[in-house]
């Protein structure tokens, strides 16, 4: 007696009931191959929200050749609001510049939302991750991953408050007790002349990131990950 399938219609959510290995028989039942190991999982995360029959286009035509624009123009996204959207568009276009790309797909949140949009460096095998979207159906929070903040205090003291302030605010502030022993990546940095500590995994967020303070927020990542001179 064969397998049961998945309906066509069923709406793709990881994490819940449906295991990965029903998904995988769904598509090796519809193509007759054989979808195996840790690329097939990542790639499955990047079709959360759609339904079994829309996955199975892109599985068949590989979802890296879309643009950003087309992708989030797919019913799912009907969630992010218009100025958001555009927000997103002109980041992707200026981070770009500075090296570094989305890998053309846009995944499950997690606890983070109800999507992620994750840019690493391009054309390199170890993905550096810089930045991210957590896309919610309250909005887009936009988070920066960035380290060594005592090497740019300067650079930080001298911003403007839309950008200092998510170095000096409370948001993540390192509660855990005993620190050295349950907070293994906290961030410790002064600013101002006031020490910090924060907790590596909520730091460096900006809520509802604002269009007219995109270049701030690409000229922090060039401070942190500066562009390389080619060499003559």
Known sequence: MGKAMLPADTIIQLGRAITVGQYRDFFENATGKTPTGYEFQAWLNTQAGKTLAQALV?????????????????????????????????FDKGIEKLGYDFGGTIGDGYVWGKFMI??????????????????RES??????????????????????????????????NCSCNPKKENC??????????????????????FPAPALENLKDYLLLLEEFYPIKKKSA
């Open 184 to 205: 293994r990546g906290r961030k410790s940095y002064t600013i101002g002349g006031e020490y910090f500590e924060k907790c590596s995994g909520v730091v460096f967020e």
């Open 118 to 135: 994750i840019y690493s460096k391009t054309g390199v095998k170890s993905k550096k991750v810089i930045a991210r979207f957590y896309i």
């Open 58 to 90: 892109a599985f068949r035509e590989p979802l890296s050749c879309k643009q950003i624009e087309e992708i989030l123009s797919e019913e799912r996204f009907d969630i992010i609001s218009p100025a958001d959207k555009a927000f997103i568009l002109a």
């Open 139 to 172: 909005g887009i929070v936009l988070r920066l991953f960035i380290g060594d903040i005592a090497k740019h205090r300067t650079y930080i003291e001298s911003t403007p408050p839309h950008i200092k302030g998510i170095f000096i605010n409370d948001h993540g």
